[in-house]
């Protein structure tokens, strides 16, 4: 259907006085757009059937006003391009705090070969949500490339850091073999993360700030990535890997711009017959680095290249020591505001 058209439509809805009319109208209208191959106005079909649900006049020019104003204004949000008048369009962003995911994304470049990698879904899910298009993306433990991956795929400038030659041999090939149709720029730098200057290669790189970063750093110890002997999976007490975490955050808050986020993934591990929360320890060291702390989403994950044929094992294990097998992780999501609410004084009022 012509857009023109479909707007006049829905502009004699909105001022019409007979109700029936209304109705009916919707109704030929909804069939119309069903009706299409191209589906460029699915997006108006929820205020359609309301208004040939609607049982007065009243409700069905306020459902008209709204379907019109989805189809000729644009209201992007601060931080990313979700046209908010048309929020039903973007039913594949999670608002939830619970993610469940069948399985990792392995389109194109992505592949798990790495051990510890990032699943795609968790980059793809938060640029979208809090960037726009040309804007930096950084990645403090690049691994094998999958956040510059998704910068190429989504239109975003992305800088990825990382310590591990090998990792960085991997990433390169990885993040190559995925066609840069939207022209931006992904640049791997060798390093770690807890100490480079991050101004230097922004200076070479015209950034000013960045947009988003990402911090998925090693689970302390359970994976050992390297024999770099500053990995962060080569640290010696837990005390030592959480003063790298605050460092990267305090390097982090440095170079993000105001309003902007980073997202933490980390989980937890089994030390000694107990649980370490590692990942509400990171949390408080990011917290202590000046962000303050937007959402906590729990992601599962089903399969691990540690765990993989060993269910069996790993639930028996768990009978016999009386614990549970680790089924989830932690995305943490902070803001860097340019004033924290003081809690403490809060509470103490």
């Known amino acids: 259907m012509d857009h023109n058209i479909l707007i006049e439509h829905l502009i004699s809805i909105r001022d019409s006085t007979d109700i029936q009319n209304s109705r009916e109208k919707a109704l030929s209208l909804l069939e119309e757009i069903e009706s299409e191959e191209d ?6 079909k929820t205020d359609l059937t309301k208004i040939s649900d609607s049982l007065s006049q009243e409700r069905a ?68 949500r809090y960037t726009k298009k040309g804007e930096w993306v950084l990645d403090t433990f690049l691994g094998s490339g999958t956040t510059l991956i998704e910068c190429r795929r989504k239109g975003r400038n992305g800088v990825g850091i990382e310590i591990w030659k090998n990792a960085i041999e991997r990433s390169e090939k990885n993040v190559q073999s995925e066609e840069n149709i939207q022209g931006v720029t992904t640049e791997i730098i060798h390093g770690d993360s807890t100490r480079i200057p991050y101004e230097d290669f922004m200076s070479r790189l015209g950034i000013k700030k960045f947009q988003i970063a990402f911090i998925h750093p090693p689970y302390w110890d359970i994976i050992k990535f390297s024999d770099e002997k500053d990995d962060l999976s080569n640290s010696g007490t837990m005390d030592e890997f959480l003063s790298k975490i605050r460092r990267v955050g305090e390097k982090v808050f440095n170079v993000l711009e105001e309003g902007r986020m980073a997202i933490m993934v980390i989980g ?49 294990r768990a009978l016999v020591g009386n614990f549970y097998v680790f089924k989830h992780e932690y995305i943490f999501v902070f803001e860097k505001k340019r004033k924290r609410t003081n809690y403490k004084k809060s509470q103490k009022e």
């Open 39 to 44: 589906h460029d106005h699915d997006y108006i």
């Open 61 to 128: 020019s306020h459902y008209a006003a709204r379907a019109i104003k989805s189809l000729t204004e644009v209201r992007k949000g601060k931080i990313n391009d979700i046209d908010l008048n048309r929020w039903r369009e973007y039913d594949h962003i999670i608002t939830d705090s619970l993610w469940i995911m069948d399985k990792r994304e392995r389109s194109g470049a992505h592949n798990a070969d790495y051990w510890g990698n990032f699943i795609p879904q968790i980059p793809a899910q938060m640029i979208e």
């Open 268 to 316: 937890d591990k089994y030390q000694n017959g107990e649980i370490i929360p590692l990942g509400f320890y990171s949390m408080n060291e990011m917290l202590n680095s000046g962000f303050t702390l937007k959402s906590i989403i729990v992601k599962n994950y089903e399969k691990t290249k540690g765990k993989t044929n060993q269910e069996e094992l790993w639930r028996y």
